[in-house]
């Protein structure tokens, strides 16, 4: 009796801890997504300033100087988001790795042992088959954001070799 | 009178001529000078066709013939004639061989000279005299002109040296003796190597075969002291001798060297003391070109002197004032510096760097010019960023200290009001509990109500937030008493305080209030602060009864583990995932988690910020317990019953 007591008090720890980090997943998302949509603003406006760079006599300092301005600011401001795409990363790295704990430790509540042969086939097969979708969801999610974090690397690659000379070795 | 040129009438006398009449005639008049041939007593046997020429171009009757040639000499009556004629007289005598001698013979138009030489010959035994006269003015034009020349350099301290072709000194003049140490004794004569060195040797050798060379090179006087010179050779004949010499001119220039020299040292001193300057500098032309930049210029700017050197430097650094508008070239005080000589000093103001980032900068523009008009103007300027900086929080300071002075007038004159804004259970749609927000009217007869954010960080920071949260638990507990359950919100700073719970405890006692009908909202940042203390305060709070609820949770990446140690009663979801949660799927999410992570929790969760019925409407189908906002209602005055002995 005690032991089917101590079992529910760790899959109720386990599910609270699940919890939490459904909970920080779920703002981990939202703030990438945030981030995705200002770097989808920055990429257009590098379009459009390249556009303009491009479409300005190399002689007109003062002309391109203004662009380049604009440029630096955007730069800035480019750093900016790679760096707070690096922290997102980051944090994304943590979750998944609490993530994997929190699956080895539901992995030892679930294996089959004496006493915990009261639990019934039908339900450690569903709580297999829900471990199943969730893992396959956060690997879908993983996914995507792999393949988010390839466009914006490709992007910044095909920024730097495009951009033109700095305006000054300061 | 007739001069010693004016030829006698000429007819040929054949008397006492040599050889064949014809021939010799014909050899006379082949000379190209006025020849005559006198006999030994002075009388004029023939002239040459040059003579007659002449005598006729000078209007002359005669060829003078058969006149005596001494006598017309003695007639002249002028010094020349008469030296000439005791010449002729000591070459018929045989006390000398040969004469010759310069004479003026100027006509009304033109200033004329000749030379006159003679020569005695024997003719059967008789001496005869052979007299002609040259017309050297041109020659003699020269060697006035050349020796005008040789003055004027020797008077401007120009050695002059002629060299003949193979390199020896034929001439040296004062000026060259001054410069080298030599006297003309010593150099003429020798080697131009040996006295002027090899350099001056290949300049003669140069000239000899190209005509001229001319170039600056250091010589050596006799002492060995060595001087820069500028020096010329060129090609020249000899007018007498009709031979090939080069003429040598040497000029000291140690004084030019020096003077370039102690310019260039005085530039550079100048570059490395406006390089050294901490301000920045730059000179601009009279159309506002860069043309100079100190290295703090470059610095400041972002932009080399390179780079902008010749471009407009207004359109580049100074297009936008301050406020972000245009800055209009025509009203920029710099190029009006430049432009028309006005000194100006801005003390706030802005130059665009080259990342575009503004520049705060106060600046002197002050025209330059010289004897030939205004030629720009030069900016020294300074950064002001961290002058600007100090200003501002002087300004800030000061404001902070006006509301600290108005806070304690609102202790004091109990200008505090309280405000309460309903919490509604969204299952039920009843009014459960009311927040409590404090507000500051203002002391000036209008009661305006001055928002918290004005004046609570400033209480924070000087220490009166305590008094302020006493203020609130006394009347939180009152309005509690009275049986409205209310939600107050107090300081991160007074929460690690000890005497708060002390405090809470004393006001639940005097007024009597049920501690369930009042609940305390905790910030993550305040359990940040002094997480023990907060501890014993949120664990207390809930023992003697009070609830405690966790404010703009989901804000902070680490408020959930709270939720383990402390006794929570509920979670009130951050604003900004309520804000937009019709709109942004994430955040309905993130909300949705938050009510799952409560519900495991066995908590509560409270929604603020609800605007709209369509956010209260997917609040309620997410699952979430309560609901504050403008939609459900806004904060209003409450009333609050004095508790006993209170004034």
Known sequence: ?170 | MTSLSDPPDHHFASAGCPGDAEDWHATLDAIPGNVALLDDEGVILAVNAAWRAFAAAEGGTSDLVGANYLSVCDAADAPTATAVAVALRDLIAGDRESFATEYPCHSPIQQRWYLLRARRQWHQGRAQLTVSHENITERHLERQSAQLNAHLLDQADVAVQTVDVHGGILSWNAAAERLFGWTAPEAVGRPVQAVLGEQIAHAVAAAAHAGTWTGDVLLHRLNGAAFPAHVQARLASDLEACTPTVVVTALDISQRVDAARELEQARDRLLRVTDSMGEGMYTLDVDGRVTYMNRAAQELLGWRFDELDGHAMHDITHFRRPSGEPHAAADCPILRAARYGETTRVEDDIFIRADGAELPISYTASPLGSGTGLEGCVVVFEDITERKAQAARLTRRLAELEWLARVHEALEGDLFVLHAQPIIELSSGRVVQRELLIRMRENDGTDRLVPPGLFLPVAEEHGLIGDIDRWVIDRGAELAAGGVSVELNLSARSIGERWLLGHVVDAIARTGADPARMTFEITETALIRDEAEARRFVEHLHKIGCKVVLDDFGAGYSGFKYLKQLPIDSVKIDIEFVRDLVTNTASRNVVEAIVGLAAKFGLDTVAEGVEDAETLQVLTALGVDYAQGYHLGRPAPVAVTPAPGRG
Request: no cysteine; proline share 3%; charged share 35%.
């Open chain 1, 1 to 170: 009796m005690s032991d089917d007591h101590s079992d529910v008090e760790a899959q109720q720890a386990l599910d609270q801890e699940q919890a939490m980090l459904d909970l920080d997943q779920s703002i981990a998302h939202r703030e990438q997504a945030r981030a995705d949509g200002e770097q989808a603003i920055l990429d257009q406006r590098q379009d459009a300033l390249e556009r303009e760079l491009s479409q300005t006599p190399a002689d007109e300092l003062a002309q391109r100087a203004h662009i380049l301005h604009r440029q630096a600011e955007l730069l800035r401001a480019q750093t900016r988001r790679d760096a707070h795409q690096n922290q997102l990363d980051e944090n994304q790295r943590g979750l998944g790795g609490r993530q994997d704990v929190l699956d080895d430790e539901q992995r030892d509540i679930d294996h089959p042992a004496p006493r915990t042969a009261a639990r019934t086939q039908a339900q450690l097969l569903q709580a297999a088959r829900d471990r199943q979708q969730a893992a396959r969801q956060r690997a879908e999610a993983a996914l995507a954001r792999a393949e988010e974090a390839q466009r914006r690397a490709e992007t910044a690659l095909s920024r730097a070799e495009s951009a033109g000379p700095e305006p000054t070795s300061g």
